[in-house]
T-cell receptor, first 115, second 115 residues
Framework: AQTVTQSQPEMSVQEAETVTLSCTYDTSESDYYLFWYKQPPSRQMILVIRQEAYKQQNATENRFSVNFQKAAKSFSLKISDSQLGDAAMYFCAYRKQGGSEKLVFGKGTKLTVNP | NAGVTQTPKFRVLKTGQSMTLLCAQDMNHEYMYWYRQDPGMGLRLIHYSVGEGTTAKGEVPDGYNVSRLKKQNFLLGLESAAPSQTSVYFC??????????????FGPGTRLTVL
């Protein structure tokens, strides 16, 4: 079974600084997708960024970028110029191609942004 | 579009009571999912549906039943609630794979407490 591990239960960053959240996963599949979701105190799950495993280029979305290392099965999220609104739980998730298309989530990292 | 909506937002039950959580989506999505989120855990899949009239078990299906009588609705039932079912429940939906955006859209969640 696929598993997703987030080894940092909590992280903190100063406003305007950069922070990197770690995620590793285990799979024997070759076609899959990886995601980072943000969950603010409102509980809403918000998609931050996605990466297709077949793409070598790392995905970027404005201040958010990933470092995807397929061989190492690592998928870290970098947040640049951190803002107070970035404070939230961040979940790494995996989805294999085909079948139920279900998401497998890590346990999450709580990010605090200090002014 | 309202997206994915969940009813109710909060509920308190006594052990042994039954209830149904309603998920509705207006995006014509084929696939729908029920997840639960417990403290210190990521979301875990309870049941899912790949189309009207179909359902399948996820990772933690015991104690729950589901129905998908209409494409836009996915119901999650608890026949005899137990304290272990105290959790936040999320519904999600997505398009048929290969037909468009491949992300899941989440509802706002239902916080259920079983006393």
């Amino acid at each position: 079974a696929q598993t997703v591990t987030q080894s940092q239960p909590e992280m903190s960053v100063q406003e305007a600084e950069t922070v990197t959240l770690s995620c590793t996963y285990d799979t024997s599949e070759s076609d899959y997708y990886l995601f980072w979701y943000k969950q603010p105190p409102s509980r809403q799950m918000i998609l931050v960024i996605r990466q297709e495993a077949y793409k070598q280029q790392n995905a970027t979305e404005n201040r958010f970028s990933v470092n995807f290392q397929k061989a190492a099965k690592s998928f870290s999220l970098k947040i640049s110029d951190s803002q107070l609104g970035d404070a939230a739980m961040y979940f790494c998730a995996y989805r294999k191609q085909g079948g139920s298309e279900k998401l497998v989530f890590g346990k999450g990292t709580k990010l605090t942004v200090n002014p | 579009n309202a997206g994915v909506t969940q009813t109710p937002k909060f509920r308190v039950l006594k052990t042994g009571q039954s209830m149904t959580l309603l998920c509705a989506q207006d995006m014509n999505h084929e696939y729908m999912y029920w997840y639960r989120q417990d403290p210190g855990m990521g979301l875990r899949l309870i049941h899912y549906s790949v189309g009207e009239g179909t359902t399948a078990k996820g990772e933690v299906p015991d104690g729950y039943n589901v129905s998908r009588l209409k494409k836009q609705n996915f119901l999650l039932g608890l026949e005899s609630a137990a304290p272990s079912q105290t959790s936040v429940y999320f519904c999600a939906s997505r398009l048929l794979p290969g037909t468009g955006r491949n992300e899941q859209f989440f509802g706002p969640g239902t916080r259920l407490t079983v006393l």
